[in-house]
């Protein structure tokens, strides 16, 4: 006998009629709530128990669509391949779901936040969010259950098999209270990389493996990326983003350009007399501040002008003092006895994005926060003469320039210069200058 069609009721939350035969939308966005809630209808007391049965169908049917949606909303597979050093899921975007995270408060350092995602397979709780998203949390559009899109990430392999995946550009796909649970079964990670390093080691059977005392020889992984020149300690590592740099890192290497560079200035303090420099570096994924103390300022000063690349290894990596560095990153570097540095080729400096300026203009610095630090364009209008000027903590002696800059908006700022800069700076000509990084100060 044909079902009926008759008629039985309404759903509560869509206001869908609901026949006998119907599964009651189970495409319409409303009917996520269904799951939870059945269809409530004005059933006649003849078809209330095959109602009921109807309504567990329906309630499976929607449980199994709305879970298998999500799931393909997920990068299968991504979690593997990222932790193994393959390369089938680190092309982006590809998307992750939040299961949770945690808040890593550092006194010296921004906070951080850890998370654990997972794509569906697999979960991953080595996984850190870059600073400049903490946001994303602390304004809850990242929350438990979220599915998020990874725009930006770098993979910082520590060991083998240990890992961190670090976030740097994330967008919000679905927000967790949507979906509201766990989508899959995932496995963690860790389990499966140690079980699979444990069966490939293993010796095969019917051979016999002979303990020589010396290690055993293994390919190089990607021996394109290693720059051949680097032998000493600190150096021989692999290329890594700048941005994913920290103190937990052994051997690494960063291809960079320089971004700017003070002048050599001199201190003094308990343990004696001292000279020191900083510069700064960039690549595609950041900028990081580098200083150099006596020995590394007569070995490195002169070969690091601005606009050059370099290979940049065996750096003591320390937090930023926050004080002095305003950069947007979490450490700073200091040259080392260990320290190579190597200028780049051809090949490496077209690898390497130009420097990039965020120009403001001289009106607008009044709406800066003191102590910033901004890019600036402008034509000197004047050049005063050097004076000196005595320190009153150290009586020490330091020259001193000032200038009149002004742009196109014909307002003026003036910009102070120092040391060999203040000396050797020709403002006879009136040229148009372009700063980089200048720390901004009122005078009122």
Same mark, same amino acid.
């Given at each position: ?243 994913? %740099? ?11 350009? *320089? +971004?700017?560079? =003070?002048?050599?200035? @001199? /201190? ?107 890019? %600036? ?11 000196? *000027? +005595?320190?009153? =903590?150290?009586?020490? @002696? /330091? ?46």
């Amino acid at each position: 006998m044909a079902p009926s069609t008759s008629t039985i009721g309404k759903c509560d939350h869509c206001e869908k009629v609901v026949k006998d035969n119907d599964s009651c939308g189970i495409s319409c966005s409303k009917c996520l709530q269904l799951v939870h809630g059945g269809c409530v209808g004005l059933l006649p007391d003849e078809v209330k128990l095959m109602g009921r049965i109807r309504n567990c169908f329906w309630v499976l049917t929607c449980a199994l669509t709305m879970t298998s949606s999500y799931f393909a909303m997920l990068a299968e597979g991504a979690i593997r391949a990222l932790a193994t050093g393959g390369t089938e899921s680190r092309s982006n975007p590809f998307n992750l779901q939040v299961l949770n995270f945690k808040k890593m408060t550092s006194s010296s350092t921004q906070d951080r936040y850890r998370l654990i995602v997972s794509d569906g397979v697999h979960t991953n709780s080595s996984v850190m969010l870059g600073t400049q998203l903490n946001h994303l949390i602390e304004n809850q559009n990242i929350t438990a259950n979220a599915v998020i899109a990874v725009d930006k990430h770098v993979v910082n392999h520590l060991q083998p098999g240990k890992s961190v995946l670090i976030l740097f550009d994330v967008r919000v796909i679905q927000k967790g209270e949507q979906i509201g649970h766990k989508i899959g079964t995932p496995q963690p990670i860790t389990s499966v990389i140690t079980n699979q390093t444990v069966s490939n080691n293993a010796p095969e059977q019917g051979k016999t493996f002979l303990n020589t005392g010396k290690a055993p020889k293994t390919p190089l992984a990607n021996k394109t990326n290693i720059p051949m020149a680097f032998g000493s300690p600190g150096g021989g590592g692999t290329i890594q983003p700048i941005m994913s %740099l920290n103190p937990y890192q052994h051997k690494w290497t960063i291809k960079c350009r *320089v +971004t700017n560079r =003070s002048g050599i200035r @001199t /201190y003094s303090n308990a343990k004696g007399n001292g000279k020191l420099f900083s510069f700064e570096v960039s690549d595609s994924s950041g900028e990081i501040r580098v200083t150099g103390f006596n020995e590394q300022v007569d070995k490195f000063y002169d070969m690091l002008s601005v606009g050059r690349t370099i290979l940049l290894s065996g750096c003591q990596v320390k937090p930023a003092n926050k004080q002095f560095n305003k950069l947007n990153h979490d450490y700073e570097l200091t040259l080392t006895q260990g320290t190579i540095i190597e200028l780049g080729s051809d090949v490496d400096d077209a690898e390497v994005p130009q420097i990039v300026f965020n120009y403001i203009s001289i009106e607008k610095l009044d709406t800066v926060v003191e102590d910033s630090l901004i890019d %600036l364009i402008a034509v000197v209008k004047e050049t005063e003469d050097v004076t000196q *000027v +005595t320190s009153k =903590s150290t009586s020490k @002696t /330091y020259d001193k320039r000032e200038l009149i800059l002004i742009d196109d908006t014909e307002k003026t700022v003036r910009l102070t210069l120092w040391g060999d800069e203040a000396v050797n700076f020709d403002g006879s000509t009136q040229p148009v200058i372009a700063l980089k990084n200048v720390k901004v100060h009122f005078l009122f």
